[in-house]
């Protein structure tokens, strides 16, 4: 199973701009779709994004279309979500994830949980003024 690791995370005031980094050791990340989720205190994990292990293919959960970008970075190793215009409900630990049970095709972001998958530790966004 590949190790991932999450950064970027941190205090942003609300319009404000982060950009998290999903940083894999051990294995490249090109052979894997990739999601980002987040989980606030009393709420279920929420899927935010999802990347095709070609990168052709990216989804989002309404809330963040056209304000956060996910991608690939050039070194296979890593997956980026950029987050513009952030809102305090934007608020959340962030995660990235990788699964067989992850799907990423057109129009569908879809998650089961096996016990191949692999998750980071996360890191915490918090968007306060």
């Known amino acids: 199973q590949v190790q991932l690791v999450e950064s970027g995370g941190g205090l942003v005031q609300p319009g404000g701009s982060l950009r998290l980094s999903c940083i894999a050791s051990?294995?490249?990340?090109?052979?894997?779709?990739v999601g980002w989720f987040r989980r606030t205190p009393g709420k279920e994990r929420e899927g935010v994004s999802c990347?095709?292990?070609?990168?052709?293919?990216?989804n989002y959960v309404d809330s963040v279309k056209g304000r956060f970008t996910i991608t690939r970075g050039s070194d296979k190793k890593a997956v980026y979500l950029n987050m513009n215009n952030l809102k305090p409900e934007d608020t959340a630990v962030y995660f990235c994830a990788t699964d067989p049970g992850l799907m990423c095709t057109a129009g569908n972001f879809h998650y089961s949980r096996t016990s191949f998958g692999s998750w980071g530790q996360g890191t915490q966004v918090t968007v306060a003024s």
């Open positions: 990347i095709s292990a070609s990168a052709t293919t990216t």
């Open positions: 051990s294995a490249t990340l090109d052979s894997y779709a």
